[in-house]
């Protein structure tokens, strides 16, 4: 199946810098960052940013599931894992960022096991469209490749 896993290939690449300021493409960015080891699994991070506890960078990037950073690039790779391993996975790293539970801004357990499946689906969603090996940015919602410029980006509703 396929995953996003973590990558610095791209970021601040003079040539996408080039393209950013002749098409004003906002996926082409100086502001890229990547605070999450090569090849580390990654997922989303917008509970946060829904419930207000994160700035809007969180719209740019996907977190890694050990090293709890973001990143705002993210190489699409084939891994021998099962929806439901996918699933366990999100929901073992929300446990460790302290969003299952019932103090604070937790949630509990089953809202939690939700959210990770809502994760997951949506990798395994966004990560289909894209060829193995291609390195994509997001936005938010939007996906674009950044090794095939000429792909449409891809808007995946969750």
């Known amino acids: ?34 605070y999450v080891p090569e ?9 946060w940013e829904c419930l207000g506890v994160c700035d809007t960078s969180a719209g740019r990037s996907l977190a890694g599931i050990k090293t709890l950073r973001g990143t705002t690039t993210f190489r699409v790779v084939e891994q021998v894992i099962t929806p439901e391993e996918l699933e366990e996975t999100f929901y073992r790293s929300l446990k460790k960022q302290g969003f299952v539970g019932s103090k604070g801004f937790a949630v509990p357990t089953e809202k939690a096991k939700g959210v990770a499946r809502s994760f997951a689906r949506a990798i ?18 939007t996906y674009q490749s ?3 410029r000429k792909l449409k980006a891809r808007i995946l509703i969750v």
Do not use: W
């Open 39 to 47: 090849g580390e699994l990654v997922m989303p991070i917008y509970a």
């Open 124 to 141: 395994m969603r966004a990560a289909a469209k894209f060829p193995v090996g291609d390195v994509v940015t997001k936005r938010f919602c």
């Open 1 to 34: 199946m396929k995953v996003f896993v973590a990558t610095k290939e791209t970021q601040h690449a003079p040539e996408f810098n080039a393209l950013r300021n002749k098409f004003d493409y906002s996926f082409f960015s100086e502001g890229d960052f990547s």
């Open 146 to 148: 950044r090794t095939h």
